[in-house]
């Protein structure tokens, strides 16, 4: 019985592995140009994502599908009680004068309270318009004017305060609720006498082409853009992923699935994973911060089974392993560690993938006693149970993968933007491939330009940018949808993200460079905070390195040096110099000579949000911070 089971189990495995299958498109040359992924689940023919809620309280009411966190830790939320409350807001939404079509602002970082607004908008015949909490007076004022948002749900009195000096001059003031003084208490009670035939009326009235958000783009070379998503742009990623990964992973792990979202509601990303969640009913969580340091906690409270972050997450998860390890004077061993779990995952995903026979009985001897003094605590770091993880946003580093392969959680990686709804490619659930981004989502194809430009075409894709024909006509030919990123593909239809066209750098010797693989490699390795490479038209490539506070700490902690060191000391100590050296030397390894970086400056300060130099979602803002520290620039060239 038990071989018939097993047989039957791989069986089922193997049928699932040819789900998303990919056709391969080449030119002339026999170069793979474009990889199209027929849809799993097909485009819907009426109704909008409104009426998901409602579904799932007829169909399972009784099914948990959220997680509440207040006093008593995590409450659960069943289907019927969800629906409840997004029924009672969507009435004091109407009560409040929101018309169909009408747009409402949500300034809020990631909690339950925003998953009711989003779907209460909805069922009310709205619009949501997201805006990060971090936004200033001047990017809310533009959002808001914009989009014409009349109304704007925000989280705290701060938030609420910056509202109304973005907007003081608006000519129509707008209305304003914040969560934190009870704003969905205030809807509820508000709508109290609507009867709920009327958002019956407005959820009938709403088609899979009605636009369901306006999103805009993190800003980093101008004014944010607004992203026009309807229904059915969410349907096609949410639907279509769902189906791609959910039945995988429950017959691999045989356990009901369960997350932390964690990632900003106000990116698509976040957004689109807690649509994905409810149409599968995973039991889902919500936490405000992506900072480790606050996140663990919750990791370890919540026991997610998968996660969903972005590399900046694995990047501190490994960087606090080895930190916990140098305290104790087991550095060294906690780098072997890392070795060996690059090697052995190396060996395991060759023998997984029939190219290889796998780790010998040496490499899989350490693996196990690292398990016990290392791995295992990095699993414990993420809360015990996570098995599956998917990193976003931009490029993990391969051997960062590799060693939480080993460590027992496969991360698999995925591409896209807001204008593709979140994910355009992942790595398929049975097929990983490291160092790449993965295959088209089903229902998604992918194209190479004659220049190497990334085209997505597809049910994801958004309709337009709000109020900008001209700058929708410039990304648009035809179906295809120009990215602006550059990439290729592999024999098999992988897809791998080499760079940004509009990044890319010439040295006075005429040789491109990407600066995205060395950035992300050096900001992969401590003390490395955040950097930017710089070249063009000089005679080679340096860069610019901020230190991160959390690994100076450490840093000093071991030396038994003073805590309150000036940075301006730390700048020029060869000896962290000599650190930061070594994860220049790392990046390098990905890179040709005439493409390596042959000089650096540790400069004062951090590129943040605050100070303009980092977008919402951790992107650099790449001449904003060219202009901050032009001085130093030009010191690396002998100016």
């Not at 009680?81 to 079509?101: D, H, N, Q, T, Y």
């Not at 989003?118 to 009310?124: G, R």
Request: aromatic share 8%; charged share 25%.
């Amino acid at each position: 019985m038990g071989v018939r089971k097993d047989l039957n189990r791989a069986r089922k495995r193997t049928d699932l592995a040819t789900r998303g299958r990919v056709e391969i498109v080449r030119d002339d040359h026999g170069v793979v140009r474009e990889a199209r992924s027929a849809a799993l689940v097909p485009p819907p023919t009426s109704g909008s994502l409104a009426d998901l809620p409602f579904t799932n309280a007829a169909e399972a009411p009784d099914d948990v599908v959220l997680r509440r966190r207040d006093d008593d830790g995590w409450r659960p939320v069943t289907a019927a009680g969800f629906a409840r409350e997004v029924m009672a807001v969507a009435k004091g939404l109407i009560a409040a004068g929101l018309e169909p079509g009408g747009r409402i602002a949500v300034m809020s970082r990631t909690r339950y309270e925003w998953t009711v607004l989003d779907f209460a908008v909805w069922a009310a015949g709205g619009l949501t318009v997201p805006v990060y909490p971090t936004s200033s007076a001047d990017q809310v004022e533009w959002i808001v004017r914009d989009s014409d948002a009349r109304y704007v749900v925000t989280e705290t009195a701060e938030n609420t305060a910056t509202v109304r000096t973005g907007t003081a001059d608006h000519p129509e003031p707008v209305r304003t609720w914040t969560l934190d003084e009870g704003a969905l208490d205030r809807l509820t009670d508000l709508g109290r006498d609507v009867p709920d035939e009327d958002v019956a009326k407005r959820r009938a009235v709403l088609a899979p082409g009605t636009v369901a958000t306006i999103c805009y783009t993190s800003g980093t070379t101008g004014r944010p853009k607004g992203c026009v998503l309807t229904h059915a742009n969410l349907h096609a990623e949410a639907a279509n992923t769902v189906q791609l990964l959910h039945p995988v992973f429950t017959e691999v792990t045989g356990e009901r699935a369960a997350t932390l979202l964690f990632l900003p509601l106000a990116h698509i990303l976040g957004r689109a994973l807690q649509i994905a969640c409810l149409m599968a009913r995973i039991e889902t969580g919500h936490f405000p911060s992506v900072r480790p340091a606050e996140l663990r906690p919750a990791l370890k409270e919540f026991r997610p089974t998968f996660l969903v972050g972005v590399p900046y997450l694995f990047e501190k998860i490994h960087d606090t392993g080895r930190a916990t390890a140098e305290r104790i004077g087991r550095g060294a061993s906690f780098d072997r560690a890392d070795r060996i779990a690059v090697r052995f995952a190396a060996a395991s995903l060759n023998r997984f993938l029939g190219t290889g026979k796998g780790p010998g009985p040496g490499l899989y001897a350490a693996w196990a006693l690292y398990d016990l003094l290392v791995y295992r605590r990095v699993r414990g770091e993420l809360g015990g149970r996570v098995r599956y993880a998917i990193s976003g946003g931009s490029p993990l580093d391969r051997n960062l993968n590799l060693f939480f392969y080993a460590a027992g959680i496969m991360v698999y990686e995925g591409y896209g933007l807001t204008e593709t709804t979140a994910a355009a490619t992942v790595v398929p659930p049975l097929g990983p491939r490291p160092g790449t981004v993965g295959r088209p989502v089903p229902g998604a194809a992918v194209r190479i330009a004659d220049d190497g430009e990334v085209l997505i075409k597809g049910g994801l894709v958004f309709t337009s940018y709000w109020n900008d024909p001209a700058a929708t006509a410039a990304v648009r030919t035809g179906d295809w949808f120009a990215t602006g990123d550059l990439g290729s593909l592999d024999d098999d239809g992988y897809l791998t993200i080499t760079g940004r066209k509009k990044d890319i750098l010439v040295t006075s010797g005429g040789k491109n460079v990407s600066p995205a693989v060395l950035e992300d490699r050096l900001r992969s390795r401590p003390p490395v905070g955040q950097c930017l490479v710089v070249g063009d038209n000089r005679p080679f490539v340096a860069a610019l390195v901020t230190l991160d506070a959390e690994a100076v700490a450490h840093w000093l902690s071991v030396r038994g040096l003073p805590a309150d060191t000036p940075v301006a000391d730390l700048v020029r100590d060869d000896r962290l110099r000599a650190e930061v050296q070594r994860a220049v030397d790392y990046a390098n390894e990905a890179v040709s000579r005439a493409e390596s970086i042959r000089a650096f400056a540790l400069v004062e300060g951090e590129f943040t949000e605050e100070n303009g130099l980092l977008t919402p979602s951790l992107k650099v803002k790449r001449r904003a911070a060219a202009e901050v520290y032009a001085a130093e620039i030009e010191a690396l060239y002998g100016g």
